[in-house]
């Protein structure tokens, strides 16, 4: 069971948007910065949005981030094929003293 | 360019204790936080630990007393010293720079079985 809570799996069509939950606590999403990395199969986890809504150099501006109170979204315009990928959100815990990641959403662009 | 390379994964018996390594080039590791993420076979990211610019280190409460962080600022090198190695520490071990890990490494595997 993980801290902060992502759904298991989304879908939806090419050249569609498609939103990403996350659901936190004070503690976590609350109080501290969120982050949403993308894992394409087979490969490292790659940062797609930090401190809640910023886009790192060379990730594509169909990535957005937003956050209200304890939860956040990852939202994909556009999508394409190659935005298949597990995705999955981040936060510090003040209560814990360290790093949770939400269980990760397996995206299918059908 | 920032590159974080792995190593020192294996086959390990429970019990027993291994020690990665994360050789970082294109910054300097004693001036970032590090971190060590884990990823067990088919399932989702767990961070492991951190170690601040400060000094500074956090554990997960899975790895706690068990492992432990460090750096070697001279071989700009992070480790993770794993100890009493259980079967569910099994997973793919990654190295990531800063607290919004913008750099992962390759990973590294470490499979926990007698």
């Known amino acids: 069971q993980s801290v902060l809570t992502q759904p298991p799996s989304v879908s939806e069509a090419p050249r569609q948007r498609v939103t990403i939950s996350c659901s936190g606590s004070s503690s976590n999403i609350g109080n501290n910065a969120v982050n949403w990395y993308q894992q394409l199969p087979g490969k490292a986890p790659k940062l797609l949005i930090y401190y809640d809504d910023l886009l790192p150099s060379g990730v594509s501006d169909r990535f957005s981030g937003s956050k209200s109170g304890t939860s956040a979204s990852l939202a994909i315009s556009g999508l394409q094929s190659e935005d298949e990928a597990d995705y999955y959100c981040?936060?510090?815990?003040?209560?814990?003293?360290?790093?949770?990641f939400g269980g990760g959403t397996k995206l299918t662009v059908l | 360019e920032v590159q974080l390379v792995e190593s020192g994964g294996g086959l390990i018996q429970p019990g027993g204790s291994l020690r990665l390594s994360c050789a970082a080039s294109?910054?300097?590791?004693?001036?970032?936080?590090m971190s060590w993420v884990r990823q067990a076979p088919g399932k989702g990211l767990e961070w492991v630990s951190v170690i601040y610019s400060g000094g500074s280190t956090y554990y997960a409460d899975s790895v706690k007393g068990r492992f432990t962080i460090s750096r070697d600022n001279s071989k700009n090198t992070l480790y993770l010293q794993m100890n009493s190695l259980r079967a569910e520490d099994t997973a793919v071990y990654y190295c990531?720079?800063?607290?919004?890990?913008?750099?992962w490494g390759q990973g590294t595997l470490v499979t926990v079985s007698s």
């Open positions: 981040a936060a510090w815990d003040d209560s814990l003293n360290g790093q949770v």
């Open positions: 294109g910054f300097t590791v004693s001036s970032n936080y």
């Open positions: 990531a720079r800063d607290l919004t890990c913008n750099y």
